[in-house]
Every structure is written in structure tokens, then in C-alpha cells.
T-cell receptor
Framework: AQKITQTQPGMFVQEKEAVTLDCTYDTSDQSYGLFWYKQPSSGEMIFLIYQGSYDEQNATEGRYSLNFQKARKSANLVISASQLGDSAMYFCAMRAMEYGNKLVFGAGTILRVKS | NAGVTQTPKFRILKIGQSMTLQCAQDMNHNYMYWYRQDPGMGLKLIYYSVGAGITDKGEVPNGYNVSRSTTEDFPLRLELAAPSQTSVYFC?????????????FGDGTRLSIL
């Protein structure tokens, strides 16, 4: 099974609306970490948000929140009040001892914000 | 704050040439990583290091070599460049390998082999 699956190759959202980027993961570990990174067209990788497997609350960082559904093994990124600068590639990633605690990435979702 | 610094940002090589991609971090992180990102794809781990003098292979190590003589520096060496190595290369670091530790990335090196 894919370790990280991002099923949406591309997404469009209207400026000022909210958007959800999907991510499902596969691990048999009880302790793991989930991460989202943003890669704008300039190419750098920007860390956005982290969710620990034992965290009871969904993580939030400004306009970013992580909808963590442990039983479904999903860790969707929600961006509220989208801005033009949110247009980028978004990667979901995971660290788990099962995978040597290395960061494993999904294929990414391209988000385009329309004005 | 510099964070993770990669040089060069862009490079074009001829087939068979060699080069070293430089990576330095100033966060006193023990763990450092090299990834490659092919067009439209996620990142794949090439090599990583858990500290000075200790390196290990990742998912796609063939055609590359690394060394880690200091905590700060983690250069990636391509000995005989091949077109399949055309990619964007990212260096990253983290303080530990814990599952709660994000990795901090450099800005990448865009490498073309012609």
C-alpha cells in the first residue's frame, strides 16, 4: 500500500473561500507524525503544520488547520480564506518508526487560487 | 537566520562530468538529508546522516556519494553525471529523527544533465 496518498492532483478554489486538500496514510505504528509542506512556484519547501498521532486536538497554524481522523487514517489540510499567494504545490508527509523515522512524501496536490 | 543553505541554485552538466552540491545548516541539527524531486513528483531520499562521520543510504542512492565531516556541512557528490540525474535536489535537516520533528529544507539546486 502507498504510505502517503494524495488523491487530488490539482484543485481550484475561489479567493477568500476555504479549501480542503486530502491526505491518507498507511502505518501500523501507534506513534507517528504527519506534516504538510507548501512548495510555491519558486521551488522552496515550506513547513506548514504538524500533527502527532497522540494529539487529541486538531493542529492549527493561522489559516491552516489539519483535519485529523485517526480511525480513517486521514490528515486533510484545510486552508481558510484562500489567498492568491496560496497557489502552490502541497505535500503531505509522515514520519513513523516503521519507515525508519524518515520523512515519506505523497505525490502532492497543486492548488490554484482564482481571483 | 540562514537555516539550510544550498549552493549552487542552478547548474548544467554534461554527461560524464562530476560535481558537488553543497549544503550547510546553522541550526546545530544532527540529522541531515538529501532528496531529489523529479518533475510532478514528491521527494525521494537519496542519503542521510545522523551526525558527523555517519551516513547511510536512502531510497535512491545509486550514482551519488556523501560525506559528513562536520555537523554543519553535508555535500552530495555526483561522480559520472547521467541524464537520469536531471532533477531538483533538496537538502534538509532536523534536530532529531523523532516522529514529531519537521525537517527544514534549503531552497534547492536545479540540475540539468545534457
Amino acid at each position: 500500500a502507498q504510505k502517503i496518498t494524495q488523491t487530488q492532483p490539482g484543485m481550484f478554489v475561489q479567493e477568500k473561500e476555504a479549501v480542503t486538500l486530502d491526505c491518507t496514510y498507511d502505518t501500523s505504528d501507534q506513534s507517528y507524525g504527519l506534516f504538510w509542506y507548501k512548495q510555491p512556484s519558486s521551488g522552496e519547501m515550506i513547513f506548514l503544520i504538524y500533527q502527532g498521532s497522540y494529539d487529541e486536538q486538531n493542529a492549527t497554524e493561522g489559516r491552516y488547520s489539519l483535519n485529523f481522523q485517526k480511525a480513517r487514517k486521514s490528515a486533510n489540510l484545510v486552508i481558510s480564506a484562500s489567498q492568491l499567494g496560496d497557489s502552490a504545490m502541497y505535500f503531505c508527509a509522515m514520519r513513523a518508526m516503521e519507515y525508519g523515522n524518515k520523512l515519506v512524501f505523497g505525490a502532492g496536490t497543486i492548488l490554484r487560487v482564482k481571483s | 537566520n540562514a537555516g539550510v543553505t544550498q549552493t549552487p541554485k542552478f547548474r548544467i552538466l554534461k554527461i560524464g562530468q562530476s560535481m558537488t552540491l553543497q549544503c550547510a545548516q546553522d541550526m546545530n541539527h544532527n540529522y541531515m538529508y538529501w532528496y531529489r524531486q523529479d518533475p510532478g513528483m514528491g521527494l525521494k531520499l537519496i542519503y542521510y546522516s545522523v551526525g558527523a562521520g555517519i551516513t547511510d543510504k536512502g531510497e535512491v542512492p545509486n550514482g551519488y556519494n556523501v560525506s559528513r565531516s562536520t555537523t554543519e556541512d553535508f555535500p552530495l557528490r555526483l561522480e559520472l553525471a547521467a541524464p537520469s540525474q536531471t532533477s531538483v535536489y533538496f537538502c534538509a535537516s532536523s534536530y532529531t529523527s523523532g516522529v514529531n520533528q519537521p525537517q527544514h529544507f534549503g531552497d534547492g539546486t536545479r540540475l540539468s544533465i545534457l
